[in-house]
């Protein structure tokens, strides 16, 4: 038929054309289920795509933010710092501590503090000549000597065990409320004065004693932060030495 020209096939081919673009006209609104799958596979990996791009430029701006609080707070203090970006965590025990991506060639010593633009996080116990080990605030053997801003009364601050800290030594007749911020005393000879250590959650009278514990809130999420800065300050080994010397005494007599 395709090779015969008579003006009979002619039209028979003219019939077919027409009868074929009318069925597929007349059948055109049904959904034709391969394009619909491949459709559907484009959308996804497009969604995915999507997705992951929004993921990063949220996480990038995030970083951003925190880089510039960082940046914010290092050029309006007075502390000599050393940023360090947090490479392990340990979280799980009671001996909670850090691994920071600085050490003895950045000048890191054991005993300095570490800070973030919120608040207190610890102490370096450890170092090497690129890493060091920080000691949270979340230590069972973590005592840092602090104030209660507002009605400057001093006592000990430690960990509660749970994920909350608490301030000790303070008697009940001291007037101190929830809300009062917590803050690193002038007698400690590793910390400075004034870092904020976190606010007063609750107040608890202890039952048959003259003290009263003070719950505190950190300032610091120990779960989630990432940066800090260690303060590059040498600890005054002379007061360190008499102090612990004194301990002794004590503990002997």
Request: glycine share 4%.
């Amino acid at each position: 038929m395709t090779q015969n020209d008579t003006k009979q096939i002619r039209a028979l081919q003219s019939f077919a054309v027409a009868f074929v673009c009318y069925t597929q006209d007349a059948f055109s609104f049904l959904p034709n289920p391969f394009e619909l799958e491949r459709q559907r596979n484009s959308l996804q990996e497009l969604n995915i795509t999507l997705s992951e791009e929004v993921s990063l430029l949220r996480s990038a701006a995030l970083e951003n933010l925190q880089l510039r609080k960082m940046l914010e707070f290092r050029e309006r203090s007075n502390f000599t710092f050393v940023a360090a970006d947090i490479v392990g965590k340990n979280l799980h025990l009671a001996r909670n501590t850090i691994t920071l991506s600085v050490g003895d060639e950045n000048g890191v010593k054991e005993h300095m503090p570490i800070i973030t633009e919120a608040g207190l996080v610890g102490r370096i116990i450890a170092v090497s000549d690129n890493y060091s080990i920080g000691q949270v605030l979340f230590h069972r053997e973590s005592r840092v000597s602090a104030t209660v801003e507002r009605s400057r009364v001093h006592g000990i601050v430690a960990w509660n065990g749970g994920l909350q800290l608490v301030l000790k030594n303070i008697v009940k007749s001291v007037d101190i409320k929830p809300g009062d911020r917590i803050v690193t005393s002038p007698f400690s000879s590793i910390y400075p004065r004034n870092i904020e250590i976190g606010i007063v959650s609750s107040v608890v009278h202890v039952p048959e004693t003259i003290f009263q514990e003070i719950i505190i809130t950190p300032s610091v999420d120990f779960t989630t932060v990432e940066r800090v800065f260690v303060i590059i300050s040498e600890a005054n080994s002379e007061r360190n030495a008499l102090e612990q010397t004194n301990n002794i005494k004590r503990q002997e007599q």
